[in-house]
């Protein structure tokens, strides 16, 4: 796919949030790479680059305090060579952004992967 298209189809996703969440998003870019680099990959204690779809860099929002002011935006990177790896149909690839930026957005307002399995969303 061409990475124009896929960004289409990151923007859409952001885009098709509920409004609340949506407006609640500040600071953060939501960027799409080919692949995960070494240092991200062990952020989050995986070894192979093709594991990997999406991953949240940033303080979540439950964390943050008062002093929280004038950093940089938090970062969601969508990768996109994993994702086509993975999953081949224009349908299945779209479906496969959709949850991994909700996935990643979760983590933004401070939902951890354990608890996102215990609710069984991902």
């Given at each position: 796919m061409e990475?124009?298209?896929?960004?289409?189809l990151v923007t859409q996703a952001v885009e098709n949030l509920p409004k609340k969440?949506?407006?609640s998003?500040?600071?953060?870019?939501i960027l799409v790479q080919d692949w995960p680099s070494q240092q991200q990959l062990e952020s989050v204690r995986m070894k192979r680059r093709q594991d990997?779809?999406?991953?949240?860099?940033?303080i979540p929002l439950t964390r943050r305090g008062r002093g929280y002011?004038?950093?940089?935006?938090d970062k969601i990177t969508i990768f996109q060579k994993p994702i086509e790896?993975?999953?081949?149909?224009?349908?299945?690839?779209?479906?496969?952004?959709?949850?991994?930026v909700r996935h990643?957005?979760?983590h933004y307002f401070g939902i951890s992967d354990a608890?996102?399995?215990?609710?069984?969303?991902?």
């Open positions: 990475r124009e298209r896929f960004e289409e969440f949506k407006e998003l500040k600071n953060i870019d990997l779809y999406g991953l949240y860099e940033g002011d004038m950093v940089l935006p790896m993975r999953y081949r149909s224009d349908e299945t690839i779209t479906k496969k952004i959709q949850s991994t990643e957005i979760a608890r996102l399995r215990e609710i069984g969303r991902y």
